[in-house]
């Protein structure tokens, strides 16, 4: 049984890695599409390389993610937890995904985790330690200050750049801004592959540790070119409802502004990744980086009523993941 939980943890991780990158292709490229600064294929093959690289360069950050979250107990029960909660935040991307919302897949797993350990109390185990300090450092507060510093200094970033280019011809400022734009998608990707690489990276491993094939501390090598490989092929795949919905329906934004939101996310991704180790969602950063920059226009550009929608994603997202979370470890403690 160990050896069916751990295989079924495996293809569940790498179920989650390719959604991942399905989903969160948008963010790479919606802006480099919509503004024609990249052809859509160039823009996804793109996304994918960096994405690829930035969860191999990832590995030097997966420890120090772990090391913030609980730890998962051995044997069959902590195999179920998190085959439950990779279950759960897998198929609340796809409902967000055919809703055409950007959500958090970072969020979604870790209140997953939490979600599963809370079904693990009901049926009298002992609560794990640490789930409101998890639930806390890695879900809440990055959801309340990253999306609002994102659109601040979005708005913000506009006004020096527009000073820059103020006696610039409008056809030069967009085309140079184009070609910032191919550099700051494939930024964004990077960053991207940077966060959500350790994400899968440290389920599989917490899976291995828990089924007892590695030591605490091993890190074989397969297990993050399994996550690379998979966000890039997800990536390849990229979802377009996503996309279509960044770039057409929340904001209407010009080569300069699109080129200033992405490379704001990317540097917020950045300093998130290796400077205060915090998972920072690259959904949250770009989408309120552009409608941060889109509402730095002398036009309405940023549809109110989308973003309203999707912030209530990004609100619902731990709500419904915690009780997935529970629903599926119950669902799947009789394995145990």
């Not at 450092?137 to 200050?145: D, K």
Request: aromatic share 8%; glycine share 8%; hydrophobic share 60%.
């Amino acid at each position: 049984m160990i050896a069916f939980l751990l295989g079924a943890v495996i293809v569940s991780a790498a179920v989650f890695a390719f959604l991942n990158g399905f989903r969160d292709a948008s963010a790479a490229v919606a802006l480099s599409v919509r503004t024609r600064a990249l052809t859509a294929n160039v823009a996804v093959l793109l996304a994918a390389l960096f994405n690829c690289l930035g969860a191999l360069a990832s590995v030097a950050l997966t420890t120090i993610f772990a090391d913030k979250l609980f730890i998962v107990p051995n044997g069959k029960d902590g195999l179920i937890l998190l085959l439950a909660a990779l279950i759960s935040a897998s198929l609340w991307g796809i409902y967000l995904w055919w809703r055409g919302f950007p959500s958090s897949s970072t969020h979604a797993l870790i209140s997953s985790l939490v979600g599963a350990s809370l079904g693990s109390a009901v049926i009298g185990h002992r609560p794990l330690d640490g789930l409101t300090v998890t639930m806390w450092s890695l879900v809440v507060l990055p959801l309340l200050i990253s999306p609002l510093m994102a659109f601040v200094l979005g708005f913000a970033a506009v006004y020096p750049t527009s000073w820059a280019a103020r006696n610039m011809a409008p056809n030069r400022v967009n085309r140079r801004a184009r070609q910032l734009q191919s550099v700051a998608g494939a930024a964004v990707a990077f960053g991207h592959g940077l966060q959500d690489g350790q994400r899968t990276t440290a389920v599989v491993l917490f899976a291995l540790v828990a089924a007892g094939s590695i030591g605490a501390g091993e890190l074989p090598m397969w297990v993050p070119i399994f996550t690379a490989v998979l966000l890039a092929l997800g990536t390849l795949f990229g979802g377009w409802r996503i996309s279509y919905t960044l770039g057409h329906r929340l904001v209407r934004v010009d080569p300069m502004r699109g080129s200033v939101a992405q490379m704001l996310s990317a540097g917020l991704l950045f300093i998130g990744a290796m400077v205060l180790h915090m998972p920072l969602s690259t959904t949250h950063a770009v989408t309120a980086a552009i409608a941060g920059a889109g509402a730095n226009q002398r036009f309405a550009a940023t549809n109110g009523r989308v973003l309203i929608h999707i912030a209530r994603a990004w609100i619902a997202t731990p709500v419904v993941c915690l009780a997935l979370g529970a629903v599926f470890f119950l669902a799947l403690s009789p394995l145990a």
